[in-house]
């Protein structure tokens, strides 16, 4: 059981490019989210997803896609990379909002 | 105006002391609240729900003010493993609203 898995680590982007990172859960959870933390700012809500199919805004979308094709997966597409991207990226996932939210290791991104 | 507000700290306090510190939220229909831990440089693990009547968990004892919008968490007989950033966390409708978090630090 790996729980909520993140991918890549870490990553360094020039401005302008684009990249997706990677969120998988294993727990059959319904409710899947993205979250960037930034010093200062705790995390933020960026994308949530109820369910397959299903996916709405948080706080702080701009800039961000994201689609769940599968219970299991929830990827966060940046369109095109800014400076101001630069945060650490949580992806959380549990049964529903009123549960346990498991979060991943984390994606460290660096944007130049 | 953040939805979630915490004092940042640092709270320093030695080994087997008293320690508290509080939470407001904003959104009066928030409806469940949560204490969530961070170590440094790691992803949030949930340290405990909070429920209106109060409860305890161990050393950790958590309180909801509903009327005040206030949440509370106490840690008693401090220990050095306790070292962390504690979240406040409200939740309604399908989004988590976090505070940016208390630090604490226990010295030996």
């Known amino acids: 059981n790996a729980g909520v898995t993140q991918t890549p680590k870490f990553q360094v982007l020039k401005t302008g490019q684009s990249m997706t990172l990677q969120c998988a859960q294993d727990m059959n959870h319904e409710y899947m989210s993205w979250y960037r933390q930034d010093p200062g700012m705790g995390l933020r809500l960026i994308h949530y997803s109820v369910g397959a199919g299903i996916t709405d805004q948080g706080e702080v979308p701009n800039g961000y896609n994201v689609s769940r094709s599968t219970t299991e997966d929830f990827p966060l597409r940046l369109l095109s990379a800014a400076p101001s991207q630069t945060s650490v990226y949580f992806c959380?996932?549990?049964?529903?909002?009123?549960?346990?939210?498991?979060f991943g290791p984390g994606t460290r991104l660096t944007v130049l | 105006r953040k939805e979630v507000e915490q004092d940042p700290g640092p709270f320093n306090v030695p080994e087997g002391a008293t320690v508290a510190f509080n939470c407001t939220y904003s959104?009066?229909?928030?409806?469940?609240f949560f204490w969530y831990r961070q170590d440094c440089r790691k992803e949030p693990k949930l340290l405990m729900s909070?429920?209106?009547s109060g409860n305890e968990d161990g050393r950790f004892t958590a309180q909801l003010n509903r009327a005040s919008q206030y949440i509370s968490l106490l840690i008693r007989d401090s220990k050095l493993s306790d070292s962390a950033t504690y979240l406040c966390v409200a939740a309604n409708d399908y989004k988590l609203s976090f505070g940016a978090g208390t630090t604490v630090t226990v010295r030996a």
């Open positions: 959104n009066s229909a928030s409806q469940s």
């Open positions: 909070v429920y209106s």
């Open positions: 959380a996932s549990s049964y529903s909002i009123a549960d346990t939210q498991y």
